[in-house]
Each structure stands twice: as C-alpha cells, then as structure tokens.
C-alpha cells in the first residue's frame, strides 16, 4: 500500500480557486489509480475525481470546475478546484487502488487514503 500525504486546503471565497496535492510514497506509484473524495458534515464520503493509466473521470458536481492531473516523476496528484462553491466545502481525501480501474469511484474499493485536507468555501 502507499501512504498519502495531502496538502493546499484552506479558506476561499466563492468563486475562487484552490489546488490540492497529494504526495505518495512508495516506488510504483504509476501503477496506482489516483483519486480525491470529499466528505462534509454530517454526509457520507463522495467520488470526486479519478486519474487512471490516461482516463480521467469526474463527479458530476465537479465537471467543468475541477481538474485532476498527476506527476509520475514526482509522485504526486493534484486537483485544481475553480469557481469553487461553498457546497464544495468538506475534507478532502486523497485515494489510491492499484491498477487502472473505475472501481476507484467506490470508496470501498480504495486501497489506501490519506489524512485530509479541509476546504471551506465562504459565500
């Protein structure tokens, strides 16, 4: 498994912008399935985004607003959030699952989480 380290929350206005990373250890990280989730209070933990071998797949919620990308020389994922909304205030999750798979959507076919991150989104 990898271990997951995220970083880049914090406090934006509405309409502003945030960009989350997530750095991974381990030596064979282009052989995970990057992804990000978000949990808000009192709400179950929701897909956001996810970075497979060159597929990436989005939340309907986050289409057009968010970007996932991922740096295989670095080991790291990061998700660039604009026009955010502050219905997209929660903590986020960084997520990994070996292998190139959309199953990554299912938060209990992740393999590895990292700690979170909180963003919180005033209006």
């Known amino acids: 498994q990898v271990q997951l380290v995220e970083s880049g929350g914090g406090l934006v206005q509405a309409g502003g912008s945030l960009r989350l990373s997530c750095a991974a250890s381990?030596?064979?990280?282009?052989?995970?399935?990057m992804g990000w989730f978000r949990q808000a209070p009192g709400k179950e933990r929701e897909f956001v985004a996810a970075?497979?071998?060159?597929?990436?797949y989005y939340a309907d919620s986050v289409k057009g607003r968010f970007t996932i990308s991922r740096d295989n020389a670095k080991n790291t994922v990061f998700l660039q959030m604009n026009s955010l909304k502050p219905e997209d205030t929660a903590v986020y999750y960084c997520?990994?699952?070996?292998?190139?798979?959309?199953?990554?959507?299912?938060?209990?076919?992740?393999?590895?989480w990292g700690q979170g991150t909180q963003v919180t989104v005033s209006s």
């Open positions: 970075f497979g071998w060159s597929r990436t």
């Open positions: 997520a990994a699952r070996l292998g190139f798979t959309a199953a990554i959507k299912v938060a209990g076919e992740v393999g590895s």
């Open positions: 381990g030596r064979t990280f282009s052989s995970y399935t």
